[in-house]
C-alpha cells in the first residue's frame, strides 16, 4: 500500500516511524514532512492545508491511503474533500472536528450530555465578558474559543491578569479569528492526564495513558507552549479511573457526537483533570497530540495501519489493541526563546550518536541543508526513551538528550517526574 501522512512536526514523524513497521505499507509520502521523516518516507512540498493540492496528489500517485496529523486541515474539511473523490483517508469530517475547533462547541455538548467539566460561560463581546469577571473568584482559566497552536488557554491569577487576558484574546487578536469568542472557566486542581482514543463512530478504544508538560520552564514555569516533554503511563492514571472515564466520558461523548449528526472517526484525544471531586474533561482534540504521540505509538503493539483501517471500516470491534508493559519518556528540545522569538538555522549535532533501540529521535522543526540537519522551528526534536519502568525511562531519554546539541537549544530538565 501507499500511504500519504499530512503535517510535519514530531507527532507525524511518530506516525510514519509506527506505519514504516507495517508490512503492509510498501511506500510513505509525507506533506510535508522534515528532515527526520525524510529518512523514512518521501517528502512532498505541499502545505498541510493546501487540501485540494493534497488532494490532487493523493489521486495522482493513487494514494491508499491517508493520515492526517494536524488539527488545521481537519477543521478545513480535508478529510470530506478526499471522501467526495473516493479517497481512503483516516481522520473526523469537518463537523465532527468542531470538537476541538470550537472549545464554545465542545463545552456546551458536554453540559447538554451530563460529561463532567469545569464550570464555565462563553462570551462573544469582551464587555460582557469582563463583566463577569468582575464578580468571579480567581485563579480562572480564560480560553480562546478556536485553534491557537496550544496557546490560547491562560491561567489567570487576579482581576487584572483576566482582564488582560479578554483583551488580547478579543480585542488584540493575538490568536487572529481563534479569539471571536472566550471560554471563562473555573480553574480545577488536580493532575492532568492525556487519553488518546481510536473511533470509528460506534466505538472507541482508548489508549494508554500520558502526561504533558505544557510549560516552558522546570517546576511548570513559564509561559505555555505547544509542549515541552511527555510521558507514558500516568503515575496517577488507575484501573479504576479508567472504568470510571469509559462509563461516564469516553463513551457518552462518542454516543453524543453521534446524537448531534456528527460521528466521530478518527482520533479523540480526551485532555483531562484527576481532582478531590472525580475526573472532568479539560479539553478534547481530533488528533493525536504532540508529543503525546512520541511516547503512545512506541508502546503500541501490532500494526497501526490495520487498527487505522478499521476505523475507517467501521469494524474496530473486530480488532484487538495491545499495548507493551513498559514506559515512555520524550523530553523536547527547542529553540531558546520558544514558545516567543527564535532564531533558526542552527546545525544539529549528535544525531548520529543514537543507536540504542531503546532510544528514538522525533524530529519536530528541522530541516536540510547542505547535507546538514539544521534547526527550523520552535520545538526541534523529540527525545523518546524507553524501559520497562517511568524511572528507566527518564534516565533513558536524558542520556539521549545529552548528546545532542545545538545554538541555544533549551528543554526542561524535570520531564516525568510529577
Given at each position: 500500500?501507499?500511504?500519504?501522512?499530512?503535517?510535519?512536526?514530531?507527532?507525524?514523524?511518530?506516525?510514519?516511524?509506527?506505519?514504516?513497521?507495517?508490512?503492509?505499507?510498501?511506500?510513505?509520502?509525507?506533506?510535508?514532512?522534515?528532515?527526520?521523516?525524510?529518512?523514512?518516507?518521501?517528502?512532498?512540498?505541499?502545505?498541510?492545508?493546501?487540501?485540494?493540492?493534497?488532494?490532487?496528489?493523493?489521486?495522482?500517485?493513487?494514494?491508499?491511503?491517508?493520515?492526517?496529523?494536524?488539527?488545521?486541515?481537519?477543521?478545513?474539511?480535508?478529510?470530506?474533500?478526499?471522501?467526495?473523490?473516493?479517497?481512503?483517508?483516516?481522520?473526523?469530517?469537518?463537523?465532527?472536528?468542531?470538537?476541538?475547533?470550537?472549545?464554545?462547541?465542545?463545552?456546551?455538548?458536554?453540559?447538554?450530555?451530563?460529561?463532567?467539566?469545569?464550570?464555565?460561560?462563553?462570551?462573544?463581546d469582551s464587555k460582557d465578558a469582563l463583566?463577569?469577571?468582575?464578580?468571579?473568584?480567581?485563579?480562572?482559566?480564560?480560553?480562546?474559543?478556536?485553534?491557537?497552536?496550544?496557546?490560547?488557554?491562560?491561567?489567570?491569577?487576579?482581576?487584572?491578569e483576566a482582564k488582560e487576558a479578554v483583551?488580547?484574546?478579543?480585542?488584540?487578536?493575538?490568536?487572529?479569528?481563534?479569539?471571536?469568542?472566550?471560554?471563562?472557566?473555573?480553574?480545577?486542581?488536580?493532575?492532568?492526564?492525556?487519553?488518546?482514543?481510536?473511533?470509528?463512530?460506534?466505538?472507541?478504544?482508548?489508549?494508554?495513558?500520558?502526561?504533558?508538560?505544557?510549560?516552558?520552564?522546570?517546576?511548570?514555569?513559564?509561559?505555555?507552549?505547544?509542549?515541552?516533554?511527555?510521558?507514558?503511563?500516568?503515575?496517577?492514571?488507575?484501573?479504576?479511573?479508567?472504568?470510571?472515564?469509559?462509563?461516564?466520558?469516553?463513551?457518552?461523548?462518542?454516543?453524543?457526537?453521534?446524537?448531534?449528526?456528527?460521528?466521530?472517526?478518527?482520533?479523540?484525544?480526551?485532555?483531562?483533570?484527576?481532582?478531590?471531586?472525580?475526573?472532568?474533561?479539560?479539553?478534547?482534540?481530533?488528533?493525536?497530540?504532540?508529543?503525546?504521540?512520541?511516547?503512545?505509538?512506541?508502546?503500541?503493539?501490532?500494526?497501526?495501519?490495520?487498527?487505522?483501517?478499521?476505523?475507517?471500516?467501521?469494524?474496530?470491534?473486530?480488532?484487538?489493541?495491545?499495548?507493551?508493559?513498559?514506559?515512555?519518556?520524550?523530553?523536547?528540545?527547542?529553540?531558546?526563546?520558544?514558545?516567543?522569538?527564535?532564531?533558526?538555522?542552527?546545525?544539529?549535532?549528535?544525531?548520529?550518536?543514537?543507536?540504542?533501540?531503546?532510544?528514538?529521535?522525533?524530529?519536530?522543526?528541522?530541516?536540510?541543508?547542505?547535507?546538514?540537519?539544521?534547526?527550523?522551528?520552535?520545538?526541534?526534536?523529540?527525545?523518546?526513551?524507553?524501559?520497562?519502568?517511568?524511572?528507566?525511562?527518564?534516565?533513558?531519554?536524558?542520556?539521549?538528550?545529552?548528546?545532542?546539541?545545538?545554538?541555544?537549544?533549551?528543554?526542561?530538565?524535570?520531564?516525568?517526574?510529577?
Open positions: 500500500m501507499k500511504v500519504l501522512v499530512v503535517g510535519s512536526g514530531g507527532r507525524e514523524h511518530a506516525i510514519v516511524w509506527k506505519l514504516s513497521q507495517s508490512k503492509k505499507v510498501d511506500k510513505i509520502f509525507c506533506a510535508p514532512g522534515n528532515a527526520g521523516i525524510a529518512q523514512l518516507a518521501e517528502c512532498v512540498n505541499i502545505k498541510a492545508t493546501d487540501i485540494e493540492a493534497l488532494a490532487d496528489f493523493a489521486q495522482d500517485k493513487a494514494i491508499d491511503f491517508t493520515v492526517v496529523g494536524m488539527d488545521d486541515p481537519l477543521m478545513l474539511g480535508i478529510v470530506d474533500v478526499f471522501q467526495e473523490r473516493g479517497l481512503k483517508i483516516f481522520g473526523p469530517t469537518k463537523n465532527a472536528a468542531i470538537i476541538e475547533g470550537s472549545k464554545s462547541f465542545s463545552k456546551n455538548l458536554m453540559k447538554k450530555y451530563n460529561i463532567p467539566t469545569a464550570n464555565y460561560e462563553v462570551f462573544d463583566e463577569y469577571l468582575k464578580s468571579q473568584s480567581f485563579p480562572i482559566v480564560v480560553k480562546a474559543d478556536g485553534l491557537a497552536l496550544g496557546k490560547g488557554v491562560l491561567i489567570c491569577n487576579n482581576y487584572e483583551i488580547d484574546i478579543m480585542e488584540n487578536k493575538k490568536f487572529g479569528d481563534a479569539g471571536n469568542k472566550v471560554v471563562i472557566e473555573e480553574f480545577l486542581v488536580g493532575q492532568e492526564v492525556s487519553v488518546l482514543s481510536f473511533c470509528d463512530g460506534d466505538t472507541i478504544v482508548p489508549m494508554v495513558s500520558a502526561q504533558d508538560h505544557k510549560r516552558a520552564l522546570d517546576n511548570d514555569q513559564g509561559l505555555n507552549t505547544g509542549g515541552m516533554g511527555t510521558f507514558s503511563p500516568s503515575r496517577i492514571y488507575t484501573q479504576e479511573i479508567q472504568n470510571y472515564c469509559m462509563e461516564k466520558i469516553f463513551k457518552p461523548t462518542l454516543e453524543a457526537m453521534k446524537k448531534e449528526g456528527r460521528p466521530f472517526t478518527g482520533i479523540l484525544f480526551f485532555g483531562l483533570m484527576v481532582t478531590e471531586n472525580g475526573v472532568k474533561v479539560l479539553e478534547y482534540n481530533a488528533r493525536f497530540g504532540d508529543p503525546e504521540a512520541q511516547v503512545v505509538l512506541p508502546r503500541l503493539k501490532g500494526d497501526l495501519l490495520e487498527i487505522l483501517e478499521a476505523c475507517v471500516d467501521k469494524r474496530l470491534h473486530e480488532i484487538k489493541v495491545e499495548w507493551e508493559d513498559n514506559a515512555a519518556v520524550c523530553v523536547v528540545l527547542a529553540s531558546g526563546g520558544y514558545p516567543l522569538s527564535y532564531d533558526t538555522g542552527f546545525p544539529i549535532f549528535g544525531l548520529d550518536n543514537l543507536h540504542e533501540n531503546n532510544m528514538i529521535v522525533f524530529h519536530a522543526g528541522t530541516a536540510k541543508k547542505d547535507d546538514q540537519i539544521v534547526t527550523n522551528g520552535g520545538r526541534v526534536l523529540g527525545v523518546t526513551g524507553i524501559a520497562k519502568t517511568l524511572d528507566e525511562a527518564i534516565r533513558t531519554a536524558y542520556q539521549g538528550v545529552e548528546k545532542i546539541r545545538f545554538e541555544n537549544m533549551h528543554y526542561r530538565k524535570d520531564i516525568g517526574i510529577k
